[in-house]
T-cell receptor, first 115, second 112 residues
Framework: GAVVSQHPSWVICKSGTSVKIECRSL??????MFWYRQFPKQSLMLMAT?????????EQGVEKDKFLINHASLTLSTLTVTSAHPEDSSFYIC???????????FGPGTRLTVL | QQQVKQSPQSLIVQKGGISIINCAYE??????FPWYQQFPGKGPALLIA?????SEKKEGRFTISFNKSAKQFSLHIMDSQPGDSATYFC???????????FGQGTELSVKP
């Protein structure tokens, strides 16, 4: 069964609004979660590493003030896309790992469409 | 040096045939190499993974072959089925941080 869930599975919003995406680890207390973005027909690009109780680590080129990540508990990480624009339309996917565990398990993804 | 190069970009195989996807890397610090399968509109699912201390790992119809000296690894899908039609990604990571570097992906189509 699924070990990572995401909510919502798809969202449509107007340009300039903010959207929050939740990522939950269902079976494991995940100290570390990752957020990826995937454009159509392309690979997954890591946006940031989310660590429980501390600030997220963003990859080069990812605006931390635009993509706000919060990892307040061992089972929940959230990604908020602030002031969304059409170019932010993409498939956002989270994954979880754990201390001493190399395997990453991915959520089902969230399709964001910004009009 | 952080890149993982994957080929081919797309692959068409007849049912029952062998699908082979190749990946190459430069960073010798990589020590974990997973393969993921992704269906349209879904998140990637872990298929099989290998560490550099072994040259081959098999799970069912899926086999990873690993060549440490050549810095290459490949996925073999035996007896390919139409249900295997999906996009496959190789990846690599270094222990510290654990973040995955993905290949470009291979779109596999298995024809009945």
């Amino acid at each position: 069964g699924a070990v990572v869930s995401q909510h919502p599975s798809w969202v449509i919003c107007k340009s300039g609004t903010s959207v929050k995406i939740e990522c939950r680890s269902l079976d494991f207390q995940a100290t570390t979660m990752f957020w990826y973005r995937q454009f159509p027909k392309q690979s997954l690009m890591l946006m940031a590493t989310s660590n429980e109780g501390s600030k997220a680590t963003y990859e080069q080129g990812v605006e931390k003030d635009k993509f706000l990540i919060n990892h307040a508990s061992l089972t929940l990480s959230t990604l908020t896309v602030t002031s969304a624009h059409p170019e932010d339309s993409s498939f956002y996917i989270c994954s979880r790992t754990g201390q001493g565990i190399r395997e990453q398990f991915f959520g089902p993804g969230t399709r964001l469409t910004v009009l | 040096q952080q890149q993982v190069k994957q080929s081919p970009q797309s692959l068409i195989v007849q049912k029952g045939g062998i699908s082979i996807i190749n990946c190459a890397y430069e960073n010798t610090a990589f020590d974990y190499f997973p393969w993921y399968q992704q269906f349209p509109g879904k998140g990637p699912a872990l298929l099989i993974a290998i560490r550099p201390d072994v040259s081959e790992k098999k799970e069912g119809r899926f086999t990873i072959s690993f060549n440490k000296s050549a810095k290459q690894f490949s996925l073999h899908i035996m007896d390919s089925q139409p249900g295997d039609s999906a996009t496959y990604f190789c990846a690599a990571s270094v222990n510290q941080g654990g973040k995955l570097i993905f290949g470009q992906g291979t779109e596999l189509s298995v024809k009945p």
